[in-house]
């Protein structure tokens, strides 16, 4: 497995990925918005599939930078390669990037019922630090807020 920006061929996969993932997934057209967003940066997790006989995109992540906060949008793992390592890997690569773009801080909003991203970020040193009420329109849902700081990342 091997991480790269996302690319115009990624936007298929991504897609349906998100449309499996979540359910309010954004448009394929919001997808390909993010790419060009200023503030915004995006990777994918790429692993060679034998029953395809090339590499595909097996995982996401997006994300947005402002000032000294790194900000994640999405992050989600094809079904089929979650209960890997694959999510937690890709996470670390990004605090990675975000830690030499000069993010203190990261942060994230996450459904209380999605027990295995909570589980994800906490294994991840993230700690909930709030909540927004009625943050998911669609549903008035509650958000957690949870934060991580980079300062002591290696």
Request: glycine share 4%; proline share 5%; hydrophobic share 40%.
């Amino acid at each position: 497995m091997f991480f790269s920006p996302v690319s115009t061929e990624d936007i298929e996969t991504i897609t349906k990925i998100e449309n499996e993932s979540f359910a309010q997934p954004w448009k394929h057209q919001a997808i390909i918005d993010e790419l060009s967003c200023p503030e915004a940066s995006q990777s994918v997790a790429k692993a060679f599939l034998l029953s395809q006989n090339r590499f595909a995109v097996v995982a996401y992540i997006f994300v947005r930078f402002l000032i000294d906060e790194m900000h994640i949008m999405k992050i989600a793992v094809d079904s089929d390669w979650r209960n890997r390592g694959t999510g937690s890997a890709l996470l670390r690569s990004m605090l990675k990037e975000g830690k030499r773009r000069g993010a203190a801080t990261v942060l994230l909003e996450v459904r209380p019922s999605n027990f295995a991203a909570i589980r994800l970020y906490e294994k991840s040193g993230f700690q909930t630090i709030g909540v927004r009420p009625n943050y998911y329109p669609q549903t008035g849902e509650t958000a957690l807020v949870m934060s991580k700081s980079l300062k002591e990342e290696p």
